[in-house]
């Protein structure tokens, strides 16, 4: 069946034409993003949901998402999703981060020009016939120093916009490295010497719990008197009230705000205040943006719910769509070598270690690790997948290891899965030219068997007459044989057998097979 794509704000129909394209069935609905409970009471019926920032996409939302697998955002900021219970749930969320960054810059530039001369208000008046030439007196941004707090896809071009407009430009930003401030051509500041030095400050950082209420009354204080604000970010990066307080007295100049605490903002104490320009969050409102979110998202989500390949997750490693038919097999090899182990742990699991060996050591081993991780947890987590397998480890106390060589003794390539509880315990495999992944060592022993819905995993003592009452067993309980593998250190020594059967194994089978003298034990799988 086609997977099913819900778009929920108003997106270029180029998206909606991509979808068809790619024969993912799409309902477009622009204005449901606003009505959560019509959301909450639809979206199990999708695979997908495609958004801008009026969606609100809450853990009840999620909850309520039962096949969703993907939630794509068309533009930047993710904070309208709650990333972590999408993560918890196994949905992918993706983001645009450079198809509106441009158009977002030049918002915060013109929103600039507006503040320093006053353009909104003087265009207001001049419409009302007033001609007040002597009203408006502006200042000059040559020369002014700009503030930027933030300096990553967008901020980076505000700054180059803003040095081609002969401004000095003083940048905030943890993660701005020395070099690139000298590239962008910025001097790399702390917060409170941006406060002190900037005439104009723009906001370009994402709305996190570090980030959030960055600018409130004792960051205003630091500022000069007569600072003028920008902010084309988010909301909730700047304390309102104290703002109000602020451009009230006097201290700040002036404020340009396209984004609000609350939105979409149809009151505030700060509409109709002289000294405030406000957009309603228009910073990605261009045609070329929106063209290029809207396409990219809807190529990345169809590109994962077709093909597998993950690009621009918030929450998962990417898998290009070149590379997702070459990893495919060994992301089924990597879980199925976990759920061999996973079923087969009982103790605490302080450790996994995953060693890569040939030519999978060279391929995406990030995807390939979720995959182990995804196959080892789900006996314990139903719903566990690669998107949430990492963080569900993690929370479990579970080191996580990946080794990786160059070449494999016996084969092409090969993962060896090793599960850490008191002690270790190993099993490896590889994947065949057929395309089909084989189990090839358990506990260090060599053997060769293909993953199977239904199996019998027994460990013995190699002593002769076993595999006689095995087989013997099976045929009195009418259970069919389909395939047979063998293994063994050294004769007389530990041995194994991984039996594929049609149909259910029996528990008492079972029973009987682990009270065969010679058996250490006696399980069934299933893969
Ligand atoms: N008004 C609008 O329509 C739009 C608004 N946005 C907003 O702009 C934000 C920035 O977008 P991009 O530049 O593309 O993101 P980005 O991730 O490229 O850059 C964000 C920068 O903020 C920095 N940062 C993080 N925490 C910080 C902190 N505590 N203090 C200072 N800097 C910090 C990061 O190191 C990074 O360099 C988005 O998160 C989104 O909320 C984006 C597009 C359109
Ligand atoms: O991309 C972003 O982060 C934006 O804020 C753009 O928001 P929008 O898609 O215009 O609702």
Redesign the pocket.
Known sequence: MAPRVLISDKLSPTAVQIFKDRGVEVDYQPDLGKDKDKLFAIIGNYDGLAIR?ATKVTEKIISAAKNLKVIGRA???V?NVDVPAATAKGVIVMNT??G??I??AE?AIAMMFALARQIPEANASTHAGKWEKNRFMGVELTSKTLGV???????SIVAERAIGLRMHVVA?????SAERAVDLGVEKVE?DELFRRADFITL?????D??RN?IDISAILKMKKGVRIIN???GGLIVEADLKAALDSGHVAGAAL??FEVEPATEHPLFGHPNVVCTP?????TTEAQENVALQVAEQMADYLIKGAVQNALNMPSITADEAPRLTPFVKLAEQLGSFAGQLTEEGIKGIRIEYEGDVAGMNTRALTAAALTGVLRPLLQTVNMVSAPIMAKERGIQVSELRRESAENYDSLIRLVVITDRERAVAGTVFADGRPRIVEIKGIKMEAEFAPSMIYVTNEDKPGFIGRFAGLLGDAGINIATFALGRHAPGEDAICLVEVDGEIPAELLAEVQAIPAVRQARALTF
């Open positions: 920032s533009g930047i900021g904070d981060p450079f509106n960054s158009t977002t918002h707090i933030g300096c990553g896809n967008i901020g905030y930003d943890p993660f701005l917060l370009h950082t994402p709305l996190t570090k980030t960055i084309c970010a988010r396209d984004v969050h228009l910073g990605a409102s």
